[in-house]
């Protein structure tokens, strides 16, 4: 992973984060809402709201490897191998009582007064929040989206924004509070600010060497995810910018002697980041760019029309869109990172967010004439991951680019 | 010149001796077991002394196989993914799309007209597909993996395993035998299941080369194979070799390794 200077910034910033969320939950300092990552967290923020996301929770018992521990637990209380790990780890830490929020001071998971999830993504993150709401008898509410857009419409923004507004009475109640126009603009606002910066931050990868990796992109869109309509996340991203702009000026790389650039689609996995990044850099491969990472960028956000605009940003998404929108979309990041190949990765009990089960790497790569790698594994159930395999993988698919430059020089003469 | 290749494989090493034509002088297969190293070692003195030279006769060797980061004197490495593939391209001309099924990994391997690989794919993180899953079947039915294509053989029914994994074969086998079906018929089943695994893997199309220690042991998997195909499938020199084999062409043609051997990439051997 490149060592970054903003990262004792990033630490600062999230450990902050963590234990405002803390605090508003165990000393009822403010009231507390969950939300999936891409439900209407700049609503919540306008309400007051301390805003919690157990899937940044769910990825960080991922990156602790601690996942496989706690998941037999939510597997026994009926949540199958087969879903989404998130849920299971999360669920399952609940369950044992234990949560890396501890090393903050706190007694775990804060818990929530109120759970808002938006189905834009899959339908377990809904299933994972009602089984809180069972638990504390407090409630779920959401945002039901449509699936697989070629294009979003007029009428699917509408659809949603009417969604969004018929939570605000809930939302209002309980936290005791009106909503305010101008509160919610500014998030919005915020919001728009911090996905600019963050879709910069990334475009510095575009030139090469770059001097970050998809790698280094989980990590620091830590912010991205958890501050989204808060000020600290623009405020980090600012220095992260400058750090990185700065690097790339001097042409520092972040894989030493960067000789492939690749794109990864789907899923990280948590408990093999750091090995994963080593290896692809053993190879001086930089993976620059993702599908996961671009996920948090929201460029129709708009603090003139609130509403419309964080319904319209929700649908955008990669994930909510079809096959056909997906693929152009890759496309269009291939040609704007200049990469020699894509890596997809098969997320086992992900399949919402693996692009691999519907043919399209073969047919990406006979439309872009770049080749592609399928790497089977999971976001955080490592016994779905096999580092001999991966390795294998990983070194045959760069042999196979190396091999396909020489022929192509020797061709030239 | 002579050149050598050594297959760091997860149940076999092989070793191969080559001359500059990649003439075949030598080759030797012996159990992986736990030490990798070791074996590498005892593969690659057996191929020199059926080649009948010495390594300072050897002017380079490189290395391939699960374990190819375990064989210290090796001038440099390549995976078993592209060695399948150089080997079986140095027999069969392209465009061709290699199946290599190993005692735990099985993959397929496509190339272009010229010999480039254009992609390919591994088992899943499973032994379903795999010479494993033979060895457990013959474990069922009581009989040496070895004699496993000879009892089928003689099947006279066709049966179908349909259980996705190993053990979940290894029980409904013994419903099957409960329920009076003959063991040639189960171990014909046994190479039928398996060939299905393999060939939902990805397209087998233009020329299909067959390599890997099961094929080399398991002609009934071949015909299988071409079954399912419709077509010819072509079993090149050496099939259980093959992976060593184009480790030795690469020693050759002295191939740029992208890994850790790069670093060491010399084609040069004391």
């Known amino acids: 992973m490149t060592t970054l200077a903003s990262t004792a910034a990033l630490k600062a910033t999230m450990d902050a984060y963590y234990r405002d969320v803390g605090d508003a939950a165990e000393h009822k300092t403010a009231p507390v809402a969950w939300c999936t990552s891409v439900g209407p967290a700049e609503l919540l923020r306008a309400l007051g709201y301390r805003v919690f996301f157990p899937e940044n929770h769910a990825a960080m018992l991922g990156a602790a490897r601690t996942a496989n521990r706690y998941m037999p637990l939510a597997h026994a209380h009926g949540y199958s191998q087969e879903i989404c790990s998130y849920l299971t780890s999360d669920i399952g830490a609940y369950l044992a009582g234990e949560s890396p929020m501890q090393a903050y001071g706190l007694s775990g998971t804060p818990r929530a007064d109120v759970l808002v999830f938006n189905t834009n993504q899959c339908r377990d993150v809904r299933d994972w929040f009602e089984w809180y709401g069972r638990r504390w008898n407090v409630p779920v509410v959401g945002i039901r989206s449509p699936r697989a857009l070629e294009e979003v419409t007029d009428d699917d923004v509408d659809a949603i924004t009417r969604q969004i507004e018929r939570l605000v009475p809930t939302l209002e109640s309980v936290a005791g509070t009106r909503l305010d126009a101008g509160r919610l603009a500014e998030a919005v606002r915020r919001s728009r600010e911090c996905s600019d910066l963050w879709e910069r931050v990334l475009h510095t990868a575009a030139q090469s060497p770059a001097p970050l990796t998809f790698f280094d992109g989980t990590v620091h869109m830590g912010p991205a995810v958890v501050l989204r309509g808060a000020e600290e996340a623009v405020a980090y991203y600012r220095t992260l910018l400058g750090e990185l702009e700065q690097r790339a000026g001097e042409g520092n790389a972040a894989v030493s002697g960067e000789s492939f650039r690749l794109y990864w689609d789907g899923m990280p996995i948590w408990g093999r980041l750091r090995a994963l990044s080593n290896l692809f850099a053993e190879f001086r491969t930089a993976v620059v760019a993702s599908t996961y990472c671009n996920s948090w960028i929201f460029s129709t956000l708009d603090p003139a029309d609130p509403m419309h605009s964080m319904a319209r940003a929700s649908l955008e998404l990669f994930i909510v869109r079809s096959e056909q929108a997906k693929e152009d979309y890759i496309a269009r990041m291939i040609e704007e990172y200049h990469v020699d190949g894509i890596v997809f990765h098969d997320c086992r009990t992900c399949p919402n967010n693996t692009n691999t089960r519907y043919g399209m790497p073969r047919r990406l790569s006979d439309r872009l004439g770049l080749p592609s790698l399928v790497l089977d594994g999971d976001v955080n159930d490592l016994r779905c991951v096999s580092d001999e395999q991966a390795r294998t993988n990983v070194e045959g698919f760069v042999e196979q680019i190396a091999d396909a430059r020489v022929a192509v020089r020797g061709a030239q003469g | ?270």
């Open chain 2, 1 to 270: 010149m002579r050149y050598a290749g050594v297959d760091s494989g997860s149940w076999n090493t092989k070793a191969v001796v080559i001359d500059t034509d990649a003439r075949v002088l030598g080759t030797r297969v012996v159990r992986s077991g736990a030490d990798l190293a070791g074996a590498a070692t005892r593969a690659y003195d057996g191929a020199l002394e059926h080649a009948g030279c010495a390594r300072a006769d050897i002017a380079a060797v490189w290395a391939t196989g699960f374990g190819r980061h375990s064989v210290a004197f090796a001038d440099g490495s390549r995976t078993e993914l592209d060695c399948h593939a150089r080997g079986a391209a140095h027999y069969v001309p392209g465009p061709l799309t290699v199946v290599d099924v190993g005692g735990q990994d099985a993959k397929v391997i496509r190339m272009d007209a010229g010999g480039q690989r254009l992609s390919h794919r591994m088992n899943r993180k499973c032994a379903a597909g795999t010479g494993s899953f033979l060895d457990e079947i013959a474990l069922r039915l009581g009989v040496a993996i070895e004699t496993l294509d000879m009892l089928a053989a003689g099947s006279n029914e066709e049966l179908e395993l349909s259980s996705f994994c190993t053990v979940f074969a290894g029980t409904e086998l013994l419903t099957l035998i409960r329920n009076g079906k003959q063991p040639a018929d189960l171990a014909m089943a046994a190479y039928r299941s398996l060939v299905k695994r393999i060939v939902a893997m990805d397209v087998l199309d233009g020329r299909v080369a067959a390599t890997g220690g099961v094929i080399a042991h398991h002609p009934a998997m071949v015909r299988l194979l071409a079954e399912q195909v419709r077509g010819e499938i072509i079993v090149p020199p050496h099939p259980q070799e093959m992976g060593a084999f184009g480790a030795a062409l690469a020693a050759r043609d002295g191939a740029a390794a992208v890994g850790p051997a790069a670093a060491t990439g010399g084609t040069a051997h004391g």
